[in-house]
């Protein structure tokens, strides 16, 4: 499935790009991208969503990574009870399609390289919910872009086939990792942490286990979500 994304169930939610932040786990779509204003791309870290994000998860229904992205947002929502934040991820739905492959590998080479200028593609602008976790039986870096703007954000996530993602416990973190991207978290260089990851050495096979766990967050982390996410944080 490598077409342009299929509509599902979900509701429909509309936003503009205007700006975008990219984060990546270590272009060619002109005709598809939305019109932009000059200020895209300029840093981001630790900007917050003004809304609760609903995910939309991109690709097949009997897909075990479609279950691991419910995991991850459950996982997420914890923390932020923990930390007395009332920031949350929103409901999780799922939509038949896929983004195309070429697409998604352009994607993640921007976010790991750090640059800017990717707009708001169509196709995923068209896509229902904020939170797009697209799934993809394409060979690339795991990745995630923000427009936080447009209240919008990609997650690109490889084929867990190829070795370090066919080691246990290593998918479900890489898809939290992502999502901790798309909250506006950013790379730390610890190897027993979540978010560890480029510039520093850390791979996913560090997150290798023979028991189901998430890798936890730095106390620094925890600090800047809630510093994102006060406790007095509410829905614009």
Not at 19 to 36: K, Y
Not at 52 to 69: E, F, H, K, M, Y
Not at 107 to 124: K, P, Q, T, Y
């Amino acid at each position: 499935m490598r077409g342009v994304a299929g509509r599902g169930s979900a509701d429909p939610v509309t936003s503009i790009s205007r700006r975008l932040v990219a984060f990546g786990l270590g272009l060619a779509v002109p005709s598809l991208c939305l019109a932009q204003a000059p200020n895209r791309g300029s840093g981001g870290w630790g900007i917050p969503w003004t809304k609760i994000p609903s995910i939309t998860v991109l690709w097949t229904a009997n897909d075990s990574r479609v279950q691991l992205v419910r995991d991850a947002a459950e996982f997420w929502n914890r923390v932020f009870t923990e930390l007395g934040t009332p920031f949350r991820l929103g409901a999780v739905t799922y939509s038949a399609g896929a983004l195309p492959v070429d697409q998604l590998k352009s994607l993640s080479e921007i976010a790991v390289n750090g640059s800017a200028g990717a707009g708001l593609a169509a196709n995923v602008y068209q896509v229902p919910g904020d939170l797009i976790a697209a799934l993809s039986d394409g060979n690339f870096i795991s990745f995630a872009l923000r427009w936080p703007s447009s209240q919008k954000a990609l997650v690109g996530i490889k084929d867990f086939g190829s070795y370090p993602l066919t080691l246990p416990n290593v998918p479900r973190n890489v898809i939290a990792h992502e999502l901790g991207h798309a909250i506006g978290l950013r790379h730390n260089s610890d190897p027993t942490m979540l978010m560890c990851d480029r510039p520093s050495s850390c791979r996913p096979d560090v997150f290798a286990s023979s028991t189901d766990r998430y890798f936890p967050l730095t106390e620094q982390e925890k600090t800047t979500l809630q510093s994102i996410y006060p406790a007095d944080w509410k829905p614009q």
